[in-house]
Structures are given as structure tokens and as C-alpha cells.
């Protein structure tokens, strides 16, 4: 059986020891036992999220919790700004104009992060501004933002911050508490090595602030409702019972390697990542590449796109390619959750020879073997 390495920005590998507990007997949601699940299950997010806050989870994909956010937290024609310098902020943009609100837009060339100095101009040039929407990994260019610097100029304001941090959260540092993140969010398919199907939501006393005067529409995602059952804990619907006795098992694992030491592994697998690709003449695609994402410049000839098919349908490698204008035009490898040395290397032995195949060859065979090797057994 032909085994498949998804180094996908989502899904990502799933590690035999949560597959197991996915896999094992479903218990009932309104019990003790479930209770003491949740409640476990929300320390160890807090964890993750570092803060001290509580941690919604919701059951949907990431973008449930950011339809969640915008729906909660704001109400119609509030002023929102929004930063979008890919697919993943555009994302942030057409929620909030589907749910009517006014919307500053702060376009950045796709690759570029954005500056902080400049959302603090925005900022006071706009003094209505309700809440900033934000990425930490923004996923289709491999760029991570400033979340820190962005942060600081919106402490004492009345303004939240809101950030997307679903493919960065457990690669990419965010100090969520310390920096002053009122909102961050998550999904269970990036760095949590989960199936897709859960989302989470940090609320901050701020954000919390922010929902008794929201007028927007909410039922399914009313995060009242969420947080009153977060106390109890509960949950207002059936929650995705065998996710989240995953999620107990992958937070865990989380906990036991500690936040900081991941931060640092994945700092050094991208650059290991970064410099494999370098060795074989592909240009990082990024001007502040991510720990989660790595996106590489496609080699002219070769449309990415048609390079992901060939390393996943012959080689059980699946990497992506590039969405909207970088469709052919780049290919991302994604070093989140599970994903560690081994992997790599497989993916530079495989990437290497599918390169060959379709006529790219300014490389010495194995070139980005050894560079990968020199970095992460340095
Ligand atoms: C994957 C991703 C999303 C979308 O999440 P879904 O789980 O597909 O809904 C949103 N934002 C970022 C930055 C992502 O990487």
C-alpha cells in the first residue's frame, strides 16, 4: 500500500496516536465523562493560544470561526479595516462585506507583510474604526505578519484585533495575551494534526465587551450562547465528539513537546525548507516567510500546478500549488504539526525528481539533500 505524505497547508499528517483515538468508541456529549473531556481539552487550548481567555470551539472549518467573528462582534456599517495581501485576507473582506459592513481596505502586494506604522495611520485617521482583521500566516504566500507590532497600536483604543491564525497557530510565535490579540482563531487541520472539522476561537474581556451590542444575524455561531456553555463546560449542539477526543489526545502531544520548543523546530524546519529550495535554483516566493508555509517560485517551464499532480498521483507526495494569479506560478510545502525531518527529506528526494521529469535541471542530483542536512543536523 502506497503510503501518502500530505505536506499540504491542510489537511495535514495525522499521527497514529490521535488516528487511534478518532477511531475508538463514541461516548454521549451530555455526560460527566464528555464533561471532563471539555474541560481538559480547554485548558490545553489556552495553552496553545496563550492566554488565559476562554477558547470557543466551534464545529466547522476555519472559516466557520471567522463568519463567526465578524457576525458576533460587530454589527452593520461598523468600520472595519482589513488587511488583505492574499487569498486568506480577501477571505476576511468578502465576510465582511457580505454581512454589510464598511470596510477599510489596506491591499498589499501578494508576498509582502504589511507594516503596523501604516494600520496605526489608518487608525487615526479613522477614529470609528470597530475592530482590525488580520492574518498571522496569511497560507497562500507563505507570509507571516507582524502581529506584535500591529497589536501595539491598538492598545487602550476601542478597537479589537482580530486575527486569523488558522494554518500559523503552533508554528508561527503568537504571544495572543501579552501582545494585546483580542480574537484569534484556529482550525483542526493545520498544526493540530486533526481530521478537518473543528474550529476555535479565543474571546478576549474586550472582545467579550463586544458581543451584547452586535445586530448582526447569528444562530448556529452565536458565541453567547458558545460561552455560556464554555463555563460549564458543554456545548450548545452535539460538538464533533470523536474531534474533540482527538483534539484531548493532539493537545497532549502539544503540551508534552512545549509551545516554545515548537516555535523553534518550525523556525528551523522552514529554514531547512528555505535553503533546500535555494540549493536547487527555486526562489522563495515570500518577502517574510512563514514557519508553517513555505512557497517557492515555480521553475519557468514548469506549471506548479501540474508539477503537485505528478509528485502526489506518482509519488504519494502531496504538495500544493498556488491559488488565484499564482495558480501555475508557485508551489507550497507545508511544514505544520506532524511534519518533521523525514518528511522533508522525502519531499526534496521526491520534489528533485519530479523537477528532472519535466525538464528542469540546473541542479546537482541530491544538492537539496545535503543543504537539508546541513541546516537540520547542524
Ligand atoms: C486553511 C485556512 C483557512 C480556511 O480554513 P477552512 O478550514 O478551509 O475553512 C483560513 N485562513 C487561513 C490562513 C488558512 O490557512
Redesign the pocket.
Given at each position: 500500500m502506497r503510503k501518502d505524505y500530505l505536506l499540504t497547508?491542510?489537511p495535514s499528517i495525522i499521527p497514529s496516536s490521535i488516528r487511534k483515538v478518532l477511531g475508538g468508541e463514541i461516548i454521549h456529549h451530555r455526560t460527566e465523562e464528555f464533561g471532563k473531556i471539555l474541560q481538559e481539552v480547554n485548558e490545553g487550548l489556552k495553552y496553545i493560544f496563550c492566554t488565559q481567555n476562554p477558547v470557543v470551539i466551534l464545529t466547522?472549518?476555519?472559516?466557520?470561526a471567522?463568519e463567526a467573528a465578524v457576525s458576533n462582534f460587530l454589527s452593520s456599517k461598523d468600520k472595519v479595516i482589513v488587511v488583505s495581501g492574499g487569498?486568506?485576507g480577501q477571505?476576511w473582506a468578502e465576510i465582511s462585506y457580505a454581512y454589510g459592513l464598511e470596510v477599510i481596505p489596506y491591499n498589499i502586494e501578494w508576498g509582502k507583510a504589511p507594516s503596523p506604522e501604516f494600520i496605526g495611520d489608518l487608525l487615526k485617521k479613522n477614529k470609528d474604526v470597530k475592530a482590525v482583521f488580520t492574518?498571522?500566516?496569511?497560507?497562500?504566500t507563505g507570509t507571516v505578519y507582524d502581529i506584535e507590532g500591529i497589536a501595539s497600536f491598538l492598545k487602550e483604543k476601542d478597537t479589537i484585533l482580530i486575527v486569523?491564525?488558522?494554518?500559523?497557530l503552533g508554528q508561527d510565535r503568537l504571544l495572543t495575551d501579552a501582545w494585546g490579540v483580542d480574537v484569534v482563531?484556529s482550525?483542526?487541520?493545520?498544526g493540530f494534526m486533526l481530521p478537518?472539522g473543528l474550529?476555535f476561537l479565543s474571546v478576549s474581556k474586550k472582545a467579550e465587551s463586544f458581543l451584547a451590542h452586535s445586530n448582526l444575524p447569528k444562530y448556529y455561531f452565536d458565541l453567547k450562547k458558545a460561552l455560556k456553555s464554555y463555563y460549564k463546560p458543554d456545548t450548545p449542539f452535539t460538538p464533533a465528539i470523536s474531534l474533540i477526543m482527538g483534539l484531548r489526545e493532539a493537545l497532549k502531544v502539544i503540551k508534552k513537546e512545549g509551545r516554545e520548543k515548537l516555535w523553534e523546530k518550525f523556525a528551523r524546519l522552514s529554514l531547512a525548507t528555505r535553503e533546500a529550495a535555494k540549493s536547487i535554483g527555486l526562489k522563495i516566493f515570500s518577502q517574510r516567510p512563514s514557519s508553517s508555509?513555505t512557497a517557492v517560485v515555480s521553475p519557468q517551464k514548469i506549471k506548479s500546478s501540474e508539477l503537485v499532480k505528478r509528485l502526489r498521483q506518482k509519488y504519494g507526495v502531496s504538495l500544493a500549488g498556488g491559488q488565484s494569479h499564482l495558480k501555475d506560478k508557485i508551489l507550497r510545502i507545508a511544514h505544520m504539526g506532524a511534519v518533521g525531518e523525514q518528511e522533508l527529506i522525502i519531499c526534496f528526494s521526491i520534489l528533485e525528481k519530479g523537477l528532472r521529469e519535466m525538464g528542469y535541471n540546473e541542479f546537482e542530483t541530491g544538492a537539496s539533500l545535503k543543504k537539508l542536512e546541513e541546516v537540520l543536523y547542524a
Open positions: 497547508p491542510g466547522s472549518s476555519g472559516t466557520g471567522m487569498k486568506f477571505r492574518t498571522l500566516c496569511e497560507t497562500s486569523d491564525a488558522i494554518s500559523g482563531i482550525g483542526s487541520q493545520k478537518p474550529a508555509v
